[in-house]
């Protein structure tokens, strides 16, 4: 018997592993099943991933079932319905659970599986190769069933379950990145999220596990990690514990995790900023209040506190707003925005209030009228205190802080620009958000933008901004400001090439044809960068005051150490553009009017720091 396993994801991306489906696999390997699994992504053609699916003759197909994908994989569904009306077909996952009964009503399903996945699967399983009947399984709704039905009995053991990484279950070098499950269930009761609903609690996989699991990622050459935990320092001790691991097995691979600002100390902070990693902090609003009503605690000085501990250690964080919660305002939330971004988050992630069906939330939603969509993504569309008018503008803030401000890399400047043109945070993004029409049309598409499209809206934005009387003569160093962060963030996300041996002769180098290595960023600044970055925070009026605007040329580029800023003489500047990989370079220079032991040595140092590479 052969079942097909089906994971839908949205894009191709290190979240595309197929780690629930992979986790059933594994836990039924012993049934005699043969199990296999699938991918597609949004977006492809529901015929031609049925016609796939029904090559491999299987007895039943199972689905994954997110908020995002519901619809597109019961259209998939159909189709093989149409082509094989004996075929069994059944869905799980967090949609499944959440909405079992309006899953299964009306669809092509067979049944749905609720909760935990692994025991009924594995049941299923074992039913199926022995032809048996399928009532009565716990954690299986059967259409025609009661509203309510036995749920499935969590594993006691999560360590029962075998590793998809450690078993070769999953072959990850198919995939830009992983998911990596360290613990499940959550220990907090929001009332907008579905993690605590069921069992409250967390059952965690043991230490060993996951070590032996980190040197199998190192080993493979894994590039990224997204931990799963929905609160991943909660034991703070743990978590501690596991970050030594990392620093110790895996310490080049980038982890991202979601944690809480309540359990961050400067210890956690100092871990956090040793290895590579970026936190999510799920901070949703700044109003204690809007947060009381929704099953959270706010303490705004706790919370700055704590996350200043990040800031001084280096760490690399971000944070989760929400806007539409029941109670709060439009004037709610461009404060919570304005309290998220004076923290200086490296970015921001901001959604509209989804509704989502099995939460607390959605229990009590029409009785505090909460006007929203009831089918996925289940988003408010109003409440009594957040018009659909006040959403739209919202939406179009949370559109202006991802461009401007997260995708713009704008972290270490954006507060001081604000604070020069005397507005908000908020009202900075406002009125971004305003001319953004004027300039890219009414409807805009962020995929249409790349990073280098972002840094000219930035730097149109801003001109256009600080061409105002009294403001002008701030404009170079914001602009310069803008710059070497672009340059930066360009030279930081660009791999160096490998370097060749060191020579020290220098004649024979002016001999090669040269290039510019491709991570080298060159950039002209108004003022002497370096004593812009020397400066600290950047005051724009105290800078604009106390520098000359001299002028200077920079080389940036990524090295074993970080990001290096080389301010350079104008001559040698020029030099490193002209380089084309043909010409010899000391044609190049001499045509430039350097003298050929000066063009020598610092071509040496270029080479040296892998600024340029033979031709």
């Not at 980038?254 to 359990?263: N, P």
């Not at 310069?480 to 963030?489: E, G, R, S």
Request: charged letters at 20%.
């Amino acid at each position: 018997m052969r079942i097909t396993l089906v994971s839908l994801h949205t894009a191709p991306s290190p979240q595309a592993l197929p780690l629930a489906t992979a986790f059933l696999k594994g836990y039924a390997a012993e049934t005699g099943v043969a199990i296999g699994l699938e991918d597609f992504f949004a977006g492809d053609d529901p015929r031609a991933c049925a016609q796939k699916l029904l090559e491999r003759q299987p007895a039943a197909i199972g689905f994954s079932l997110y908020v995002w994908n519901r619809a597109a994989c019961l259209a998939i569904a159909a189709e093989v319905r149409r082509s094989m009306p004996r075929v069994l077909l059944f869905a799980g996952g967090p949609e499944a659970t959440a909405d079992p009964h309006g899953v299964l009503d009306g669809s092509p399903l067979n049944l749905v599986i609720t909760g935990e996945g692994e025991q009924p699967f594995r049941t299923l399983c074992t039913r199926l190769a022995a032809g048996a009947p399928l009532e009565g399984i716990p954690g299986i709704l059967l259409p025609g069933a009661a509203p309510r039905f036995t749920p499935a009995t969590p594993l006691p053991g999560l360590d029962a379950i075998p590793s998809p990484y450690l078993e070769g279950i999953l072959d990850f070098g198919r995939y830009p990145g992983i998911l990596w499950q360290l613990s499940r269930g959550c220990g907090f009761t929001c009332d907008f999220c579905f993690d605590s609903r069921g069992q409250h609690g967390v059952r965690r996989f043991s230490l060993e596990r996951i070590e032996s699991e980190l040197r199998c990622f190192a080993k493979g050459g894994v590039a990224q990690v997204f931990v799963l935990d929905s609160t991943f320092n909660q034991d703070v001790k743990r978590a501690k514990s596991i970050l030594k691991l990392i620093g110790k097995i895996a310490p080049h691979i980038h982890f991202h995790f979601e944690v809480r600002s309540e359990f961050i100390d400067r210890e956690l902070a100092d871990l956090f900023a040793h290895i590579t990693c970026s936190l999510q902090i799920g901070l949703q609003s700044a109003d204690s209040r809007v947060l009381h009503g929704v099953g959270r605690s706010f303490r705004p000085d706790d919370f700055a506190a704590r996350v200043g501990l990040l800031n001084e250690s280096g760490a690399t964080f971000g944070f989760d707003l929400i806007y539409g919660l029941p109670g709060d305002t439009l004037a709610g939330f461009r404060r919570s925005l304005d309290f998220a971004l004076a923290l200086y988050p490296n970015h921001l992630d901001i959604f509209p209030l989804a509704v989502l069906p099995g939460t607390a939330l959605a229990d009590r939603s029409a009785a505090i009228g909460l006007d929203h969509l009831p089918h996925p993504p289940y988003t408010l569309l109003s409440s009594p205190s957040f018009t659909a008018g006040d959403m739209a503008e919202a939406q179009r803030l949370a559109t202006a802080c991802d461009i401007f401000y997260t995708r713009g890399k704008a972290v270490a400047w954006f507060n001081e620009a604000a604070k020069a043109l005397k507005v908000s945070p908020s009202g900075f993004l406002h009125r971004f958000a305003q001319w953004l029409p004027t300039v890219h049309g009414p409807q805009i598409d962020e995929k249409d933008l790349d990073d280098r499209a972002v840094w000219r809206l930035q730097r149109d934005f801003l001109d256009s901004a600080f061409r105002r009387p009294g403001l002008k003569r701030l404009l170079p160093v914001v602009l310069d400001l803008v710059d070497y962060h672009y340059h930066y963030a360009a030279a930081l996300l660009t791999p160096p090439e490998k370097r060749p041996g060191r020579t020290t002769d220098g004649g024979k180098l002016l001999r090669a044809p040269l290039r510019l290595a491709g991570s080298v960023r060159l950039a002209e600044f108004h003022y002497e960068i370096l004593e812009i970055l020397d400066a600290g925070v950047p005051d724009i009026r105290r800078l604009a005051d106390t520098l000359a605007p001299a002028g200077s040329c920079a080389a940036i580029y990524p090295s074993r150490d970080g990001v290096c800023t080389e301010s350079l003489a104008e001559p040698y500047f020029r030099l490193l553009e002209r380089l084309n990989g043909r010409d010899p370079a000391g044609r190049i220079a001499a045509g430039l009017g350097l003298e050929a032991d000066e063009a020598a040595r610092f071509l040496l140092f270029a080479l040296a720091e892998g600024i340029v590479l033979r031709g």
